[in-house]
């Protein structure tokens, strides 16, 4: 059976920031007959509800800031992404919320330190790992629009 690893909220799990979902009836009657492997990475570190962050080019690389604390946020996300995938080797596809920062796939958006948008075709640490692997990764709305 094909494995999918799929943004929790798009199950209609509550874990987005603000506490609400994403869930995607078109998208689910798309994926019977497969097992979805649901995950949030910023839930498991954060939980919900919790403050916004984006990605945002530091000299240190792309990291996760808190638009609230201006905290970096990325390492429990970067180690969040690494179990998950250590644990599911045999993931054949990855579906991201698109353009969060943590499950993007071609759609997050990247900031500079004065928050100027520099790119909103990045991919989140989430999918960053995914692709890593090697696995074949879409964010939702393309597989919503495809035939």
């Known amino acids: 059976m094909k494995k999918v690893a799929i943004s929790a909220c798009l199950l209609g799990e509550k874990c987005?920031?603000?506490a609400s979902d994403n869930k995607d009836i078109a998208l689910l009657a798309k994926l019977k007959g497969v097992k979805l492997i649901p995950f949030c990475p910023e839930d498991d570190a954060f939980g919900t509800p919790r403050p916004t962050m984006d990605l945002v080019q530091t000299p240190q690389g792309d990291r996760a800031i808190s638009n609230t604390t201006g905290e970096?946020?990325?390492?429990?996300?970067?180690?969040?992404?690494?179990?998950?995938?250590?644990?599911?080797?045999?993931i054949d596809l990855f579906i991201g919320k698109d353009r969060s920062p943590s499950?993007?796939?071609?759609?997050?958006?990247?900031?500079?330190?004065?928050?100027?948008?520099l790119s909103s075709?990045?991919?989140?640490?989430?999918?960053?790992?995914?692709?890593?692997?090697?696995?074949?990764?879409?964010?939702?709305e393309d597989l919503r629009v495809s035939k």
């Not at 970096?72 to 045999?90: C, E, G, M, N, R």
């Not at 071609?106 to 948008?117: C, I, P, Q």
């Not at 075709?121 to 939702?140: L, T, V």
């Open 103 to 117: 499950c993007g796939v071609h759609s997050a958006r990247l900031y500079d330190g004065e928050k100027n948008l």
């Open 72 to 90: 970096d946020l990325s390492d429990p996300v970067i180690q969040y992404a690494t179990a998950f995938f250590d644990k599911h080797k045999d």
């Open 16 to 18: 987005r920031y603000d």
């Open 121 to 140: 075709e990045e991919a989140g640490f989430m999918a960053k790992e995914a692709k890593k692997r090697n696995i074949n990764c879409i964010d939702a």
